[in-house]
């Protein structure tokens, strides 16, 4: 994980708070009862805040030679995606949640070739559940895991759950790093 060191992230990560920190009693994906929630919707939609996240996530990106393109869960890493396959000029691929009812089986949409390599691209991570439920998807259908990018590790297990499974990430910014600022 990075600390939160320089004027630019630090002043990022105020506007990323600012737009999205809510306070009050919420329910995580996982179940679990928490005190804040961050809407990541409230920071992807707003073009100037997407655009700067996306500027500092690159470099949490490995060797673009490492890897074939960028993989996102739907819905919400989608709009990063979208933006940094652009910027580092990567063709993306979106992990559906399930499949449609009329009869694909294809958990994944868009183009890519068995024994490909991904970069997973999280928008906020807690327990990292939906992220191994993304790269089990993508292992599934003969791709390779990379490593993980996310914007927030909120801090409530995905690293350790990460680990657990074999996968490594990076995360532009940890619950820590929003709580001090």
């Avoid at 995580?28 to 939609?45: P, Q, S, V």
């Avoid at 958990?107 to 890519?112: A, K, S, V």
Wanted: net charge neutral; glycine share 6%; aromatic share 8%.
């Amino acid at each position: 994980m990075n600390n939160v060191g320089t004027d630019k992230r630090s002043s990022l990560l105020k506007k990323i708070k600012d737009s999205s920190f809510l306070e009050g009693s919420f329910t995580t994906r996982a179940g679990e009862k928490t005190n804040y929630y961050i809407d990541k919707y409230r920071f992807e939609t707003k073009p100037e805040l997407l655009d700067s996240i996306c500027n500092e996530l690159l470099p949490l990106f490995p060797d673009p030679h490492t890897y074939d393109r960028i993989a996102a869960p739907e819905l919400g890493a989608v709009p990063l995606a979208a933006v940094l396959s652009i910027k580092l000029m990567k063709p993306f691929i979106i992990v559906k949640k399930s499949s449609k009812e009329y009869g694909t089986q294809n958990l994944i949409e868009g183009l890519f070739k068995d024994g490909e390599s991904v970069v997973l691209l999280e928008d906020i991570l807690t327990s990292g559940g939906t992220a191994i439920k993304s790269c089990d998807v993508l292992l599934k259908h003969h791709l390779k895991i990379v490593h993980t990018v996310a914007v927030i590790d909120r801090e409530e297990g995905a690293q350790e759950n990460m680990k657990k499974q074999g996968y490594t990430y990076d995360a532009l910014y940890t619950k820590s790093d929003l709580f001090n600022c």
